[in-house]
Nanobody, 114 residues
Framework: VQLQASGGGLVQAGGSLRLSCVVS????????MNWYHQAPGKGRHLVAT???????VYQDSAKGRFTISRDNTKNTMYLQMNNLEPADTGVYYC?????????WGQGTQVTVSS
């Protein structure tokens, strides 16, 4: 099983980025998927979740600005991030959890300049 996150970069405050996470290994359709954020010098925090049936949950910091989605035909999860703020800077990790295990991707760096 591998999770490959991409789409990070440098953007000005107020800008947008779209993160992607491609999952290989046959677990995608049976896994709840999550995006986590780790700011510099801080712990990893859950940002958003999408379940196997497409239900979504957002942390307060992401509500109204971020949209999580998934495409089961492409084994890919997305995070559309709009109106980015400097506090959104950090590494974004994708995570997959099924009934038996959980898996982490390598992370993609997002830097938001003020």
């Amino acid at each position: 099983v591998q999770l490959q996150a991409s789409g990070g970069g440098l953007v000005q405050a107020g800008g947008s980025l779209r993160l992607s996470c491609v999952v290989s290994g046959g677990i995608f359709s049976r896994s709840d998927m999550n995006w986590y954020h780790q700011a510099p010098g801080k712990g990893r925090h859950l940002v958003a979740t999408i379940t196997t049936v497409g239900e979504t949950v957002y942390q307060d910091s992401a509500k109204g600005r971020f949209t999580i989605s998934r495409d089961n035909t492409k084994n890919t999860m997305y995070l559309q991030m709009n109106n980015l703020e400097p506090a959104d800077t950090g590494v974004y990790y994708c995570h997959a959890g099924d009934r038996w295990n959980d898996y982490w991707g390598q992370g993609t760096q997002v830097t938001v300049s003020s």
